[in-house]
């Protein structure tokens, strides 16, 4: 390289550096944050009479209700391992953790603002009132039920020893749905889309039973041991039971009702044996599966020739949703089941071979299939399934 070009070379240079101050001085601006999402529940003080908001601590108390709160999936929100592992994804942008951690208190970091509005670009600052450990608890009492200094309640003549303001415009419906209805594209290739809120207002159930009468049952009991019977309601809020870790318990509702044929005990040869199963969904206020897009039902349906134990027939059916994710995210097709809906799963055999045939049924609710569950390596910690209906009928072809 001769000076000549060593001057061009540094020239440049500057000639870059300078671009880049320019760049610099008009850099995107803050700009404010904007919808729900993009904004934490804003800090909150520990109310009079009490040591902190965490649960454990509210728990002291309220052991019962702290104790079916622990086994639900709201407890998990934030140390769930496909979340976990979902986060630390670089297409995964800071507001994820609005809706499973909420409260101010719970997060490392305030977000001032978003430069040029790009929510890859959170302007970021410590917390000074950072709680790591309410940060563990996710969807914690204190998400629901702590705003201002008081606890929010829907009695109102309890004798608590922290300050109570009864607020049914907090405490209802519209407080499941601020998480559970939501539809968001964040990006091209992420969208948020959970419609368990508008699925049941459009079902036949609005009006009648809404998010907390069917997931929180009322019972009577004292909401602190020794007091006097209130109305209560359980804490568990039960989903569809597939456990988030091996081996941990969780309360469940049952959505489906299942209606198998009987079969005849013997056919003749050549007969055309013909068998349904009848699903119907009675019970959930939704669609099934609701929520998270990843989630499907199989129905499988399968013959096997009792003495050789080969498989005759073998029919698998899907209830779900398929989307593409790339380039973009677009929901390819659904056939999740509405409210009250019914649906029929037909098998047909004629077997050749005089003998004793097994059919069994079985029906399987799937968190997410194993190829996602692979991608995220959530390991064999991970259920990914359960079994919600199984039988088996034996049929003679003589
Ligand atoms: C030192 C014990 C104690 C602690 C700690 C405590 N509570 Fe209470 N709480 C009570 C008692 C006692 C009542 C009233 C029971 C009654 O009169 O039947 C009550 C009532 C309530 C009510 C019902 C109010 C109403 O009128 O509907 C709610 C909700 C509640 N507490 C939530 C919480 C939460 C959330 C926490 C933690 C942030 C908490 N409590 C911590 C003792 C406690
Ligand atoms: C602050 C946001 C938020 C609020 C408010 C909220 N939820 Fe949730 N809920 C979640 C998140 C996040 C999960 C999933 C956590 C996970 O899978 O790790 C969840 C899980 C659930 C599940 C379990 C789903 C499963 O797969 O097991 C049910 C049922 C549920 N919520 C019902 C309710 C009801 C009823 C209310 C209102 C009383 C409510 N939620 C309020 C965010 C929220
Ligand atoms: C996802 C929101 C949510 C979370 C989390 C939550 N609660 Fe509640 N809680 C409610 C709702 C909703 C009601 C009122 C139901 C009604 O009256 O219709 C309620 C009612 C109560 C009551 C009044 C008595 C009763 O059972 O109705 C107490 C006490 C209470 N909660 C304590 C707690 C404690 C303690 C925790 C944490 C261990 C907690 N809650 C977590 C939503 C929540
Ligand atoms: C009529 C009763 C009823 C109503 C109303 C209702 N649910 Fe459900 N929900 C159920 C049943 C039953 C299930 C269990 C489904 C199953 O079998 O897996 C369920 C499942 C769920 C699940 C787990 C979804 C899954 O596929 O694993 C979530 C989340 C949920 N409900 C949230 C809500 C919210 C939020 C509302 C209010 C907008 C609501 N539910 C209203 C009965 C109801
Ligand atoms: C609008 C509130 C909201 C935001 C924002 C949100 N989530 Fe969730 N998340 C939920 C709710 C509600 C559920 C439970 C859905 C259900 O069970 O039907 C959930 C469940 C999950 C689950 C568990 C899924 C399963 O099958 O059990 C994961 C993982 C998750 N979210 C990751 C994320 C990531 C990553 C982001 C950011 C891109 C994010 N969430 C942003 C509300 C939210």
Redesign the pocket.
Known sequence: MNREEIRIQVGSWIAILMLMGIYHSCAPPIEPLADNWEKAVPYQKTPMGLISIK?KD??I??QE??K???L?T??HAWTDLQFQAELKKESSPYLCINCHIPLENQQEFLIKGLRGGDIYQPVKEANPNFDPELQLEG???????VRDGH?I???GF?TAPHPVRVD?AI??EQ??MGCHNASAVVTPELVCTFQTGDEWMEGPYFGEKNC??CH?D??T?P??AGLQD??????W?PGSGIPKRRGLESKALQGMAFYPDTLASRYDQGDSIRYQLKLVNEFAGHRLPTGDPERFYLINLRWENAASEEVVKNDTFRIGEEWVWYPEAKKVADNNMDPQESRLFITMISPAEKGDYNLYTRVTKHRMDPKTAAYNNLGNEYPLFITVFDEMQTIQIQ
């Open positions: 649960a509210c728990g108390c309220h209700i702290y079916e709160w622990q639900s709201h407890a969807i914690s009492c204190s998400t629901c039920h606890i309640g829907t009695n309890t049914t405490l209802n407080l499941c907390i009468s929180m009322t019972i009991r909401l602190m209130r109305t209560s309601h359980r804490h809020f």
